[in-house]
């Protein structure tokens, strides 16, 4: 019988543009100070750790985690890193729950981190180009590669695969009010990037195409920080909350899907987002949720792309395949509707600092849940080409 | 292209050694110019057969599984793992086929892919394949823009004349735009398609308004472009470029010439402009050089036309001398 898993600490640092002020090692120390704060645990009290950190372009060395584990206390303990694309963060947790729940370990610390723009085009004099062109090191090197594949034009083909099938759904006006929308959500979150970027819908139509259909506004942003949580089985987990007051936030539901990276027949089919219907509804299995709709009230969803955060709620079982827009037109994450999605302001307001993300997310969830008293939360994570990997959770306030 | 040689990594986007300091809040910060460089003689393992013979022979491969006889088109297995790994042999596949979906396109391409934006990269069901192969597309017919290649539209494979075994080798144009002849030849090179018959759009019947309205555009086209002459920033946009184009609207015709930090508006035709530029309204040119929106936006939303699709660059640089000539004044 596997044990119950619950997080009991948090912490995030402010997620930024540039940390020119840190390097990763500093950024990993900040937020994992923060979390075992939070927890009132000593590090010294924690059993493993287990790193999301996605791309070794990034940190610049190609076992990123070797030089953070002694710095966070850590020596003589089981230290893993886990890269999964944009899906690192939710799948690292994921790890962690697994561990934790076979016994192997009482605590744990879930470590992400992510540099970024420390990577410049010296050719351009600006950093971006650089992060998109590392980033473009992660298709598939033989076939993809070569011919200019990159994350936004593989989300693209996803995006307007679905939109063949169902032409009258992601209307650029839903969009651009959903982008308007975490922008405003942002507000509260004061690690965001873009905390005081809130922008109208008619600002985020205005604003340029970068690859279509995706417009500025409707990008996540590329970030820099970390974010950590210590999580414990049912015993330790109760023990700690006794301790600090703050109550257990049980990871009731794990699941996890990656699709294959080509299309066609038994591969990949480009108007779906298999992998999150797939792991979403495992998620729901394990946390024996039945009807989604009636039992999710928070969603922490990985926004890559709006379309995609629209499509993602459809492959949830959170609004209907092919009328997604019924997210605004009908209410159902409008402020005050049936889903609270992204209070954070997701990855594009708050900031996308890839292995950092979802862990940040996990964090917004947990505050959300303890603060408007809530039961249950979807958390979620994307990545790899064609929105290949997703692993998503189920977190609970009891 | 040309058959000089070239390096992996081109010699401008490597940087000096060097460092320099950033000060925030009073503290110095240490900011080095690096790399992380590697170079390989890397295999093309199991998939030799298949870019060599499309290097060499002009042939697309793929494998067919001996059990349930899917044919994968890149070959990208030798066994089929939906059969308990029974093994697969290499067939010919045509080269001409559907679009599995609609392709995304790439306008603002990284450092790698500049040479050849805007591009669409979409994956296309061959004629005797299953699977989808990712491929390179361009249209004939002009700029690429959304609409011209959808889900469903039939493309046929195009080789270039110089290929080294890679997937830039070969690129996909709409069957539409070839004749029957080229479109059942098998091994079309690019040097036998037409490029220079682009597709151009016609323009409406023009009133007497239209004119007057042209007119009126026209004068602030025109002093916008002198704005633009007269300041450095702008100047520095258009370094080393030279272009004249001949811009065509419903009220009539002008030119604009660039010429190595020099633009210059002149009212006349050209005979031969280096590209073409339809814009129904005058006024879509003038917003975007106005800085009120980007004339990039205008070319993939199909408000204005450009005979060249490599000319997008072109296009990019007069929406960055709108901004600076914006940036200039907020100061
Ligand atoms: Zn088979």
Redesign the interface.
């Known amino acids: 019988m596997s044990k119950r898993v619950g997080i009991v600490g948090a912490g995030v640092t402010p997620f930024k543009g540039t940390w020119r002020e840190k390097t990763y090692y500093e950024l990993a120390q900040m937020a994992t100070r923060e979390a075992v704060k939070d927890a009132q645990v000593p590090i010294q009290d924690v059993d493993a750790a287990f790193y999301g950190i996605y791309n070794d372009i990034f940190e610049r060395t190609a076992i990123p985690e070797h030089a953070i584990h002694g710095l966070l206390g850590m020596q003589n303990k089981f230290g893993i890193r886990i890269t999964t694309g944009g899906a690192t963060g939710a799948y690292t947790m994921s790890a962690a729950h697994a561990y934790l729940a076979a016994g192997r370990f009482k605590t744990a610390l879930v470590l992400g981190v992510e540099k970024a723009t420390d990577c410049f085009d010296f050719s351009s004099m600006s950093a971006t180009p650089e992060v998109i062109k590392s980033i473009g090191w992660s298709g598939d090197s033989f076939f993809e590669q070569p011919i200019g594949w990159s994350a936004s034009d593989s989300y693209a083909e996803v995006v307007l695969a679905y939109k063949d099938e169902h032409p009258e759904d992601l209307k650029p006006e839903i969009t651009a009010q959903i982008s308007a929308q975490l922008s405003q959500q942002v507000r509260d979150n004061v690690h965001a990037q873009r905390q005081f970027d809130q922008v109208t819908a008619e600002e985020v139509l205005n604003s340029r195409l970068v690859a279509y259909p995706f417009r500025e506004l409707e990008i996540c942003v590329y970030s820099e920080g970390a974010a950590a949580l210590i999580l414990a089985e049912e015993d330790t987990a109760r023990a700690i909350s006794k301790n600090t007051g703050n109550p257990v936030v049980w990871i009731t539901g794990v699941g996890e899907s990656n699709e294959h990276s080509f299309a066609g027949k038994n591969q990949k089919d480009m108007s779906r987002i298999m992998s999150d219907h797939d792991a979403s509804h495992r998620a729901y299995g394990m946390a024996g949720i039945e009807d989604p709709t009636k039992s999710i009230q928070i969603v922490e969803l990985h926004d890559a792309f709006v379309h995609q955060l629209e499509i993602s709620m459809a492959e949830f079982g959170l609004a209907p395949l092919g009328n997604a827009d019924s997210l605004i037109e009908e209410n159902l994450m409008t402020p005050g509707g049936k889903y609270l999605v992204n209070p954070c302001g997701g990855l594009i307001y708050c900031g996308h600092a890839v292995g950092a993300s979802n862990i940040m997310s996990a964090w917004s969830a947990r505050n959300e849940l303890i603060k408007r008293n809530l039961k249950t939360a979807l958390l979620h994570g994307t990545g790899s080409t064609i929105a290949q990997y997703t692993a998503c959770m189920i977190l609970e306030h009891e | 292209m040309s058959a000089k040689k070239e390096r992996v990594i081109p010699s ?4 000096e050694v060097g460092s320099h300091v ?1 000060t ?1 809040d009073g ?1 110095d ?1 240490l ?1 080095t ?2 790399a ?1 460089y590697t170079f390989y003689q890397r295999t ?1 393992g199991e ?1 030799s057969p298949f870019f060599l013979s499309m290097r060499d022979d002009k042939k697309l491969l793929g494998c067919k599984c001996s059990k349930c006889g ?1 044919v ?1 088109v ?1 070959p ?1 297995l030798t066994h089929c793992p ?1 059969c308990n790994f029974a093994p697969t042999e290499m067939i010919e596949v045509e080269q001409v086929g559907v679009m ?14 500049q040479h ?2 805007p ?1 669409g ?3 296309v ?1 061959f004629n005797g ?8 597309l361009y249209t004939t017919t002009g700029i690429l823009v ?1 609409g011209i290649i ?2 469903g539209t039939e493309v046929k494979l195009i080789f270039k004349d110089n290929r080294i075994g ?3 080798d070969v690129f996909c144009v709409p069957t539409t735009e070839l004749t029957q002849e080229q479109v059942n030849k098998k091994g079309l090179q690019e040097s036998e398609i037409d490029w220079e018959s682009p597709v151009e759009p016609e323009l409406p019947e023009v009133s007497d308004k239209d004119v007057a309205d042209y007119n009126a555009a026209l004068k602030e086209i025109k002093s916008i472009i002198e704005e633009m002459n007269a300041n450095e920033r702008a100047r520095k946009d258009i370094a080393g470029w030279k272009r004249d184009i001949l811009i065509k609207t419903m009220g009539g015709r002008f030119a604009i010439s660039i010429d190595d930090g020099n633009i210059e508006l002149e009212e006349r035709e050209l005979t031969s402009p280096d590209f073409v530029m339809v814009c129904e309204n005058p006024r879509t040119l003038l917003d975007g050089l106005a800085y009120r ?2 004339i ?2 205008s070319v ?2 199909k408000k204005l036309w450009i005979s060249k699709n490599m000319e997008f660059n072109t296009i990019f640089k007069l929406d960055r001398m709108a901004r600076s000539v914006a940036r200039s004044k907020k100061i």
């Not at chain 2, 979906?101 to 790698?112: G, R």
């Open positions: 401008e986007y490597i940087p950033e925030i503290q910060y900011i110019n690096d992380m093309k998939f899917l994968r890149p990208f939906d599995n979906s609609t392709p995304p396109i790439t306008y603002f391409a990284t450092s790698l892919f050849m934006a591009y990269r979409g994956r069901i394949a299953d699977t989808a192969m990712s491929v390179i959304p959808t889900k890679e997937m830039t929106g980007a990039t936006d993939i939303n």
